[in-house]
């Protein structure tokens, strides 16, 4: 079993920044993917990024070059930070974990979920 909580969102204006944290208990976090998801009102739930248990990213087109995915395997910890925020990534952010290689994780859904934590971006 593994516990997440996130936490880090708020109101932020267009072009700001924002970091989102998620703490990991309950089970070996080195081994796991670890993601972040976001969902928008009347939306469907997307992927934003993935990072692997070799620390190998991925990232959805829509935040390239303005999201970073990291994880501290010491702190059981993966973070997002998002700069350059625009109103469209408004959203709530989710993070997952699955022991399962990414491919994996993301068709048949990953094993573990977080609360979520909102992130607006508005003047």
């Known amino acids: 079993q593994v516990q997440l909580v996130e936490s880090g969102g708020g109101l932020v204006q267009p072009g700001g920044s924002l970091r989102l944290s998620c703490a990991a208990s309950?089970?070996?976090?080195?081994?796991?993917?670890m993601s972040w998801h976001r969902q928008a009102p009347g939306k469907q739930r997307e992927l934003v990024a993935t990072?692997?248990?070799?620390?190998?990213?991925n990232y959805a087109d829509s935040v390239k070059g303005r999201f970073t995915i990291s994880r501290d395997n010491a702190k059981n910890t993966v973070y997002l930070q998002m700069n350059n925020l625009k109103p469209e990534d408004t959203a709530v952010y989710y993070c997952?974990?699955?022991?399962?290689?990414?491919?994996?994780?993301?068709?048949?859904?990953?094993?573990?979920w977080g609360q979520g934590t909102q992130v607006t971006v508005s003047l």
């Open positions: 990072i692997t248990s070799s620390s190998s990213t």
């Open positions: 997952a974990a699955d022991p399962a290689h990414p491919i994996v994780a993301a068709q048949r859904g990953y094993d573990y």
């Open positions: 309950g089970s070996i976090f080195s081994i796991y993917t």
